[in-house]
């Protein structure tokens, strides 16, 4: 079985790929360093794999202890970097934190990679870096923007970072930039799922909190934007179907299919949802009714978003499985799996 170095393993979106990547016969290996992650995680992926994830308890930040993993797992293929603090609000009030964590581990990541002979790696990034885009739906050609938060410059950094050392002359990497859209729900076994740590910033898990009594009310951040009822508008991924588009490009690394030695994509449904269109689908959804108002504008926020995924459909044959209605379905089935 082909090894598979996954940072950020026990996270959110990181321990999707984990189970898509066993059920797509790789060996995922997890790095994590659990600041914003629960080793219960790990009991959730060995009861959806029958068995255990290799884990290791480290910080990408750290060369010495990257160095011992590849050298004890021996023969690791590729890795995927998920490792990075994604708290738009907290970055702005910890810049050189978030600076220093996603845009320092990704470096010295690169490389322990360069060091340890490893070649492919998969990078997560973000639809953040588009900024507030002059067309939609945005391509990937389209010109970035400035990011609205140093989370989002550390992501345009990373990029940066990835896109300079393929130049070089002795550079042996190979990237696939992957720019997320919003990911939404959980595993269908609701064993994993996202774990917001006190109260949540993302539309989803406040939805769920709320609807299951733990939250009063969900504010609606403004509804005058130029949309089609007022509110922002996002492209929401099932995170299983974002799992998925992972091992199409760790798969597309290792065949040396890649036709430059960086690419990048979006992954998103290529559909754009406003927030009461997500409110009513949750409704729908989950059959409860939510309590919800409209409250001023959250400062930052990008008035509409959603991805051309043309270009991930022709060249990786990717394409989402999953309505938005039952992303929120499985949302609401993992919240209640915590409620319990
Ligand atoms: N949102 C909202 N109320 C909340 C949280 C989010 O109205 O309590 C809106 C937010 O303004 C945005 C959308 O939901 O339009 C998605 O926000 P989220 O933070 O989940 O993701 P973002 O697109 O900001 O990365």
Not at 199 to 225: H, M
Request: charged letters at 20%; one cysteine or more; aromatic letters at 8%.
């Amino acid at each position: 079985m082909t090894k598979i170095l996954v940072t950020g393993g026990a996270g959110y979106i990181g321990s999707h790929a984990v189970v898509e990547l066993a059920q797509a016969g790789f060996e995922p290996i997890i790095v994590d360093n659990f600041v914003n992650s629960e080793t219960t995680v790990l009991a959730g992926l060995r009861e959806i794999l029958g068995r255990e994830v290799p884990c290791y308890r480290i910080d990408c930040g750290n060369a010495e202890a990257l160095h011992e993993v590849f050298r004890k797992e021996g023969d690791i293929k590729g890795v995927i970097h998920f490792a990075a603090y994604k708290a738009v609000g907290e970055s702005v009030q910890k810049p050189l934190a978030y600076f220093h964590n996603n845009v320092g581990s990704l470096i010295t990541l690169l490389q322990v990679m360069k060091d340890e002979g490893v070649e492919n790696l998969v990078f997560s990034s973000s639809c953040t870096v588009y900024g507030i885009p002059d067309q939609l739906p945005v391509t990937e050609a389209t010109p970035t923007k400035p990011a609205s938060s140093p989370y989002g410059r550390t992501k345009q950094m990373c990029e940066d970072v990835v896109h300079d050392s393929s130049q070089a002359a002795d550079n042996t990497t190979h990237t696939i930039l992957l720019r997320y859209f919003n990911p939404i729900g959980a595993h269908e076994s609701a064993k994993i799922g996202e774990l917001p740590l006190g109260v949540p910033n993302n539309l989803v898990p406040f939805i769920t909190q709320t609807a299951a009594g733990l939250r009063d009310k969900l504010t609606i951040f403004g509804n005058d934007y130029d949309t089609p009822d007022g509110t922002n508008v996002r492209d929401y991924i099932h995170v299983v179907d974002l799992a998925k588009a992972h091992v199409v490009a760790v798969q597309r690394l290792l065949d040396r299919k890649a036709s430059e030695v960086v690419e990048t994509f979006n992954v998103g449904t290529g559909h754009g949802n406003t927030v009461l269109e997500v409110v009513k689908a949750f409704e729908e959804a989950s059959g409860q009714k939510l309590n919800y108002s409209i409250g001023p504008r959250r400062p930052g926020d990008v008035p509409a978003i959603y991805a051309d995924a043309t270009k991930a459909a022709e060249v990786l044959g990717f394409k989402t499985e999953t309505s938005l209605r039952d992303a929120l379905a499985s949302a609401w089935k993992w919240q209640q799996s915590l409620v319990r």
